[in-house]
């Protein structure tokens, strides 16, 4: 059974740091790349952050470039999100999703997400 469980969400003020984990089971997770997106109310799904493999390429939005960080422990089946400078944009529910797109097939998992809010 895959499992894709987020975790370290909570509140923080302007200008504070978080950082959140995912932690995988049920697939080859060395296989997947990893992403981290986010959803405010009332607006659309938005990419944050993902982190290839083997190569562990990374991308960002352009909003989080230079304040965000994602990295994942291959050992550890967890992918990471370092979260500074956060700002009452970045107010949201964190998603982690692990992607494996072949010839043969698209393999798109999704975690249940994990609250960030950021308010003074």
């Known amino acids: 059974q895959v499992q894709l469980v987020e975790s370290g969400g909570g509140l923080v003020q302007p200008g504070g740091s978080l950082s959140l984990s995912c932690a995988a089971s049920?697939?080859?997770?060395?296989?997947?790349?990893m992403s981290w997106y986010r959803q405010a109310p009332g607006k659309e799904r938005e990419l944050v952050a993902a982190?290839?493999?083997?190569?562990?390429?990374?991308k960002y939005g352009d909003s989080m470039k230079g304040r965000f960080t994602i990295s994942r422990d291959n050992a550890k089946n967890t992918v990471y999100l370092q979260m500074n400078s956060l700002k009452s944009d970045d107010t949201a529910v964190y998603y982690c999703?692990?992607?494996?797109?072949?010839?043969?097939?698209?393999?798109?998992?999704w975690g249940q997400g994990t609250q960030v809010t950021v308010s003074s």
């Open positions: 999703n692990a992607r494996r797109n072949t010839k043969d097939y698209l393999r798109d998992y």
């Open positions: 049920g697939f080859t997770f060395s296989a997947y790349a």
């Open positions: 982190i290839g493999n083997p190569d562990s390429f990374t």
